[in-house]
């Protein structure tokens, strides 16, 4: 290795989280390096260049909130931005702050270990380097590592083939071209429905259907884009009081407190509002009753059938395997239409699963089909993959990985006992996963800069959660959960959809308002659970 350098904190990844965290410690005067994967910054949105990449939360709610200026400055052009415009958007707020000279790119951190003597952080990084750091903060990602299933032959299809996380920079098209896509989830809706419009056959291999609903996005107007920068104080003021920090937030009452009539309407009111409004802002009890869940469900499976030709493939895009609203609801734009395409064939793969893939085809237990392009939009190994990819060691040797075989152990998802200095943005068991990410994200990141700032003022040198603190909340993370439809669900909220990870909850299901106002005690309270060390 080169020499080693010294910095106060080591950021990996340049996200959302890591952008931002980067700008707040520069604030509060410390030396900080990030390091980061991509030739780029922007996290999710430089990884995520597949066609039809979007957000689904509203534009005016995803963006930063910290600067005045910078909302002043931005327009946002539509109501659920595309990747282009997203990325660009984070570009902007790099140059605008002057980020990146402080971020190296194209470089993965391999690993972190903590020495104990001198109270630091030893990182290396896969080009060679070393640094070392009091403070090592992850801004990793939910999303951010692909999950590829074990495929029997995968590896010898010779024509183009990607993970959508991996989509190449340069155009792809798919005009007359035969295209096979694996999976049907929030990733595989966006994609399919621009795949369809020009590609020569489209097969879309599904295993698990899910409930969809229209996004409803338009442009925004020079009239709106005027209400937007007078009212975003109330925006993000919303954002604070909701319970996932999106616009929309549950009713107080049940879906048997009106009649049924009224509740269709209710349902039929928020299918056609634009966002969420269908997942996160129905009747309190819909994520709790299985008998209310229903309503809305079978609502939802009415909608599908009336939009799709052949009642075959309708009842195939139906689900019935899960409650309605304990999966990440994709938002879609004609995506059920598709299927009426002559172009576009559905298989079922738990009725006829995937034998091989051969170099220019996939076999199912039925039909052989031949391809000139295989995308897979399977999924990812979310919350704690990117973390088990880092080889990170605390004050005892011991690995977090390994710490966390049977599961991720946290203290407000942010820090681990035993591991001093570090903080996990947007890790296992923080309110910012089960939430409009960029909202939550700058709670953490504000959170653990006030906590630097307190420890850098006081002389303090080490921080580190106390072994109790983290098995109350712990537990507190599945109990909350375990009240709710959620986990009855196999998705990747409970770790389900990577063979052999632990199934649990791997997200706080108590809401964004609950999880502000605990870390904000805990910070008040002199930083309660943590042992603090000058």
Same mark, same amino acid.
């Given at each position: 290795?080169?020499?080693? %350098? ?92 002057? !980020? ?101 056959? *489209? ?30 104080? %109330? ?51 819909? *994520? ?28 195939? !895009? ?12 994709? *938002?879609?734009?004609?995506? $059920? ?31 052989? $089909? ?54 996990? !943005? ?59 439809? !959620? ?5 990747w909220f409970m770790g389900a959809n990577i063979p052999g990870k632990p199934r649990?909850?791997? *997200? ?8 502000? %106002? ?17």
């Open positions: 290795m080169s020499g080693e %350098k010294k910095v106060d904190a080591v950021i990996i990844g340049a996200g959302i989280s890591g952008m931002y965290q980067l700008h707040k410690l520069r604030k509060i005067g410390l030396t900080v390096k990030v390091y980061e994967g991509g030739t780029g910054v922007g996290g999710t949105w430089y990884w995520n260049r597949y066609p039809g990449a979007r957000f689904d939360s509203e534009s005016v709610s995803y963006g930063y909130s910290f600067s005045e200026e910078l909302l002043q400055e931005w327009n946002w052009k539509e109501r659920f931005s595309p990747q282009p415009d997203n990325l660009e958007y984070l570009e902007y707020v790099a140059d605008k702050f002057d !980020l990146r000279k402080d971020i190296q790119f194209s470089t993965r951190v391999t690993s972190a270990h903590y020495g104990e003597e001198e109270n630091e952080w030893s990182v290396a990084t896969d080009d060679g380097q070393a640094i070392k750091c009091q403070f090592l903060i992850t801004a990793v990602g939910v999303l951010s590592t692909p999950f590829v299933p074990e495929i029997k032959g995968l590896n010898s299809f010779q024509g183009a083939s990607w993970h959508t996380a991996n989509w190449p920079k340069e155009h792809v098209g798919f005009e007359g071209k035969k295209v096979g896509v694996i999976g049907t989830g929030a990733t595989a809706v966006q994609l399919i429905q621009e795949v369809a419009k020009t590609a020569g056959q *489209l097969t879309v291999f599904q295993r698990t259907a899910n409930f969809c609903k229209p996004l409803g996005n338009s442009l925004i107007s020079d009239d709106e884009q005027e209400d937007i920068k007078k009212n975003y104080p %109330k925006i993000f003021q919303r954002c604070r009081e909701t319970f996932g920090s999106f616009l929309a937030d549950f009713e107080k009452r049940s879906a048997f407190d009106v009649t049924p009539e009224e509740r269709e309407a209710r349902y039929e009111e928020l299918w056609n509002e634009p966002g969420f409004g269908f997942w996160l802002g129905t009747y309190e009890d819909i *994520l709790t009753d299985p008998k209310a869940n229903e309503t809305q469900a079978e609502f939802a499976r009415k909608k599908i059938r009336s939009r799709v030709n052949d009642p075959k493939v309708a009842e195939m !895009l139906c689900p019935t395997s899960h409650p309605i609203g304990t999966k990440r609801m994709p *938002l879609e734009t004609g995506y $059920y239409e598709v299927y009426n395409q002559p172009n576009v064939e559905l298989v079922d793969i738990k009725a006829t699963p995937i034998e091989v893939v051969t170099e220019s085809s996939l076999k199912t237990t039925q039909t052989e $089909y031949e391809f000139d392009m295989l995308i897979l939009a399977t999924g990812f190994d979310t919350v704690t993959g990117s973390l088990d990819r880092i080889d990170i060691r605390g004050s005892n040797g011991v690995s977090l990985k390994e710490k966390w075989v049977d599961g991720p152990r946290t203290y407000l998802g942010m820090g681990s006992s035993g591991f001093p200095n570090l903080f996990t !943005l947007v890790g296992p068991h923080n309110g910012a996963t089960f939430c409009n990410i960029p909202r939550c994200i700058e709670q953490n990141v504000e959170w653990v800069s006030d906590c630097i700032e307190h420890m850098t003022k006081n002389d303090i040198r080490r921080i580190e959660p106390n072994k109790d603190a983290e098995d109350k909340w712990t537990e507190h993370v599945q109990d909350v959960a375990s009240g709710s439809l !959620l986990t009855k669900t196999d998705s649990q909850m791997y *997200l706080y299901a108590g809401g964004s308002p609950l999880y502000r %106002k605990t870390c904000d005690d805990v910070a008040e309270n002199n930083y309660e659970g943590y042992t603090l060390q000058k």
